[in-house]
């Protein structure tokens, strides 16, 4: 389930791609509830958000997209 692992197992340009794809995704999500994406770091980001729910509707959001992405790679 970690980042190591599964660069171990894909190897680095698979795996670079399957992080580039997470973390455009959840970019989007911050975006879409009005937030502000701070930094990336590795593969997750930090962002900011002018009011709590949104950044709980976004978390929500990316709880779901990520657990879709990992049901799909099965």
Request: aromatic share 2%; charged share 15%.
């Given at each position: 389930?970690?980042?190591?692992?599964?660069?171990?197992?894909?190897?680095?340009?698979?795996?670079?791609?399957?992080?580039?794809?997470?973390?455009?995704?959840?970019?989007?999500?911050?975006?879409?509830?009005?937030?502000?994406?701070?930094?990336?770091?590795?593969?997750?980001?930090?962002?900011?958000?002018?009011?709590p729910g949104d950044g709980i509707a976004a978390a929500?959001?990316?709880?779901?997209?990520?657990?879709?992405?990992?049901?799909?790679?099965?």
């Amino acid at each position: 389930r970690g980042s190591t692992s599964m660069y171990e197992r894909l190897g680095n340009a698979d795996a670079t791609a399957v992080v580039t794809e997470s973390v455009a995704l959840l970019a989007r999500i911050v975006q879409a509830q009005g937030g502000t994406v701070v930094k990336t770091l590795g593969d997750g980001l930090m962002a900011t958000f002018v009011a709590p729910g949104d950044g709980i509707a976004a978390a929500d959001g990316m709880h779901d997209a990520i657990g879709g992405m990992c049901a799909g790679s099965d």
